[in-house]
């Protein structure tokens, strides 16, 4: 069978953190290469570079030195409004924190970078509607994200994460903040999202979590020191 050619690739990906007395290398020659349906558990210490991946590989943050392949395309001399618009289209994020905005809707939360992409309001009614009964909760739509559990949060955030249909979905520690009854809710969540075909990679320091993936990557100090296949 033909390999299925790469989704992104880092090539020798550096990232230094320079400020008035010290820099940090958070990323040292990272090479890095992801494929369509891969689940892709990032493991290692606090201060490894985990959140640091993560932020260029979403476009987030840039690397200092190196190359990054996003579906073919380089991404790395994007200018800023570029990159805005390639992380609207391609990119889900899932964070620790939830990150919803308090004084919209759960509906609202889900729709708004729908919104910043200029789709149409069907069509945008259309994916809300559909991603918040993916993750079980089209009947809290009109409440506030302040109504909600913790858990419920980042339901609505996953279903802000993929309403967009994005080539991947990036979740850093996403159960973070949960107790572990919740916690369970949403890594059954993503495992039904990783079923249904979405491309995963998710930071996590809980091992059970990491196995749930196809791969675990592990960083040390900044470079990738482990990369095993797990299914
Ligand atoms: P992890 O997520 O694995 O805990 P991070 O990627 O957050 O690690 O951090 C990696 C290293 O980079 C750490 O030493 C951290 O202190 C440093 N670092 C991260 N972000 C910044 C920043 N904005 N400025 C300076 N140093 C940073
Ligand atoms: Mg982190």
Known sequence: MAQQKALLQLEGIT???????????????????????????????SGSGKTTLLALLGLLDTASKGTYLLDGRSVLDLSPAERALVRNQHIGFI??????????SVYENV??????????????????????????????????????????????????AVAGDPLILLADEPTGNLDSKNGEQVM?????LHKGGATLI???HDPNQARLGT?????????????ERLR
């Open 202 to 204: 998710m930071v996590t």
């Open 95 to 104: 964070f620790q924190s939830f990150n919803l905005i308090g004084d919209l």
């Open 188 to 192: 059954q969540l993503l495992s039904e």
């Open 15 to 45: 990232k230094v953190f320079e400020t008035e007395e010290v820099e940090t290398h958070a990323l040292s020659d990272v090479h890095f290469m992801v494929r369509p349906g891969e689940w892709v558990s990032i493991v290692g210490p």
């Open 215 to 227: 791969r675990m990557v592990s960083l040390f100090d900044g470079r990738v020191v482990q990369d």
């Open 111 to 160: 729709e708004l970078p729908l919104t910043y992409r200029g789709m149409a309001a069907d069509e945008r009614r259309q994916r809300v509607e559909r991603a918040l009964e993916r993750v079980g909760m089209g009947h809290r739509a009109r409440h506030m994200p302040g109504q909600l559990s913790g858990g419920q949060q980042q339901r609505v955030a996953v279903a802000r």
